[in-house]
């Protein structure tokens, strides 16, 4: 039997509901709900442990603020830090709301900002290239309306609510054989166009054609909502985690974990990062960091690429067809070098994480193309 709660009774619950209902007046029920919440922890704790504070005067911060987030610490079960940070922040702005109605500036000095916790470092979630390669593959299998818009978020790094909000016309022609996909108001308020190729075209096309066979009327949108915008997220989710249990993949996966395998692998392919911030439409570098992922493995690999052409030595070859009509000297065989070393980081490039032995060879042929370089330059007079 669930045990019912007593009716709140403390002196100062009236002073803290009247300032509750003044900061969220026109805040949204939830919000409200919180802060009513965040109020009455407060009192039922002063009024356990402190009962002879009944009033605003005689509040400090040591033992009263500090007790009480003791005491939010030391709940079972155990309140996650996101929910404690709210309560903190909830019982701060009633109290900044008391000390300017009752004109007690004291009450403002009671939290300090140390006193927030702070939330827990966010890393990239991308998924593992066999996990990717999988999922992509199922989804192609299954070729129905759901798989196909979550390869269109995995190939675009958009988000899903803005997926089933693209509306039938998002493509957009740039130029004779470039695409983009038209995204709209976004997370941020932003909308922004992101450059396509012809394989996502493809999976327009076959959404524009699920939508020509959709029992629902049109309403402007590349996907057909049956019920509501709600549903259809759900509807999203549940293909994903259903393609996920086929598999045998345990890791639990959703859809926004696409954006971050998309941010990564653009990364990975050589975008610069203000590129790259405007392909997810982010504001900030710090938001875009948070979405790509950079192992030891790229670490090495850049490191590689730099030593064996560092940018700063090596001017870059003018073109490869430059080496018609070499001279046999000493600075065309330099400049026919620069032009291999050139070529060979272009064709490393083009390969997958996946072949590695391809890239260990690799790696070792530009190393000893840059000692052949460098002893070759001892050969040139002083």
């Known amino acids: ?36 919440t965040t109020t009455e922890y407060f009192l039922r704790y002063l009024g356990e442990h402190h009962p002879d504070v009944r009033n605003l005067n005689q509040l ?22 996101a929910t404690r940070s709210l309560h903190v922040l909830s019982l701060r702005r009633v109290m900044e709301e008391l000390a300017w109605l009752h004109e007690l500036p004291a009450l403002v000095r009671l939290f300090h900002p140390d006193d927030v916790p702070q939330p827990a470092a966010r890393f990239p979630r991308p998924l593992t290239p066999e996990q990717d390669r999988l999922i992509q593959q199922e989804l192609l299998r299954r070729n ?36 983009a996909l038209h995204v709209p108001l976004g ?27 959709s029992p629902v009327p049109p309403d402007g949108l590349l996907l ?16 994903l985690t259903q393609v996920r249990t086929g598999l045998g993949i345990a890791r639990p996966i959703v859809p926004h974990m696409f954006r971050h395998t998309f941010a990564t692998e653009m990364l990975r392919s050589g975008v610069s990062f203000p590129a790259l911030m405007n392909l997810l439409g982010h504001s900030t570098p710090k938001m875009t960091l948070l979405y790509s992922e950079f192992t030891q493995t790229d670490l090495q690999r850049e490191f590689r ?29 330099l400049h026919a070098l620069q032009v291999a070393q050139h070529v060979l980081e ?20 530009a190393n000893r193309l840059t000692k052949i370089t460098a002893e070759l330059r001892k050969l040139a007079p002083e």
């Open 1 to 36: 039997m669930k045990r019912l709660r007593l009716p709140l009774v403390h002196p100062l619950a009236e002073l803290f509901f009247a300032a509750g209902q003044s900061v969220t007046t026109s805040m949204s029920d939830s919000t409200k709900g919180r802060y009513r």
């Open 346 to 365: 272009m064709f490393r490039r083009t390969l997958s994480e996946t072949n590695r032995d391809s890239l260990l060879v690799l790696d070792r042929l």
């Open 305 to 333: 690429a730099a030593r064996s052409q560092p940018r700063h030595l090596v001017p870059p070859p003018r073109a490869a067809a430059s080496t018609i009509g070499l001279k046999p000297d000493l600075t065309s065989t």
């Open 60 to 81: 400090r911060r040591d033992p009263h603020i500090l007790g009480w987030l003791t005491w939010l610490c030391s709940q079972q079960p155990p309140l996650v830090k």
């Open 144 to 179: 129905d309306v759901a798989s196909n818009a979550l390869l269109l978020i995995r190939h675009t790094g958009i988000r899903i609510g803005e997926c089933v909000d693209l509306s039938f016309d998002c493509l957009r022609a740039l130029a004779p054989g470039q695409w």
């Open 224 to 239: 057909a909502r049956r019920h509501n915008r709600s549903a259809l997220l759900r509807e999203l989710r549940t293909e």
């Open 187 to 213: 997370k941020l308020n932003t909308e922004r166009v992101v450059p396509i190729d012809d394989s996502v075209c493809q999976l327009v096309h076959r959404l524009r054609f699920f939508r020509f066979l």
